[in-house]
């Protein structure tokens, strides 16, 4: 890390920036369509799903091809936002956040699902017997035992917003200091000669924060096991 040169440390911290960004604008909308997939029944669930997780199968950069048709300058939404709120997404690092939030999305529902599913209901069931209503019974018993699988929800949706590459290049571009994340920065400099070095460090910054981020998720998924068991026992 002491050896990182300015413009390695200013990719850093923007991608850094730019996943925090992403798991924050994405983790309402995942922990709603966790919730609907989870508990709800409802004509075209299967369709939603497979909606949902669109985005692990498609290519990233038709991902990005989408994006850009709905969020682009002259797209409706692209429009909506810049009028609205002044937000606008085309070769900024808000699209950068907003490509990296599409595509952990599917990962952030998926873990958050089976933590909801995992949790007895039969423990919500006697909350409500008790009087509890279900805004208290959500506070005090479904939330607190999905909330280590939500974290590592979390830090797994982290972990892919840092590894995005293909939705990022296409619908943000590769703007040095704007849009340049860590993949697109390693991308760049594998283009110049004499750059290994350069290389070297980022992927090893880029492994570092991957392996971390795995390791924290899969700690955080078997606290959520073993605290779902001390509760039914």
Known sequence: MSGLSPAEWEVLLLSLKVSAVAIAAALPLAFGLAWMLARWRFPGKVVLDAVVHLPLVLPPVVTGWLLLLTFGTNAPMGRFFAETIGLTFLFRWTGAALAAAVMALPLMVRAMRLSLEAVDRRLESAARTLGAGPWRTFLTITLP???????????????????????????????????????????????????????????????LLSVGALVLSEWLARRSGHGKGRHVL
């Open 145 to 207: 035992l999905a909330l280590p699988g939500i974290l590592a929800a979390l830090v797994l949706g982290l972990a892919r917003s840092v590894g995005e590459f293909g939705a990022t290049i296409t619908f943000a571009s590769n703007i040095p200091g704007e849009t340049q994340t860590l993949p697109l920065a390693i991308y760049s400099a594998l283009q110049l000669p004499g750059s290994e070095l350069q290389v070297a460090r980022l992927a090893a910054l880029s492994v």
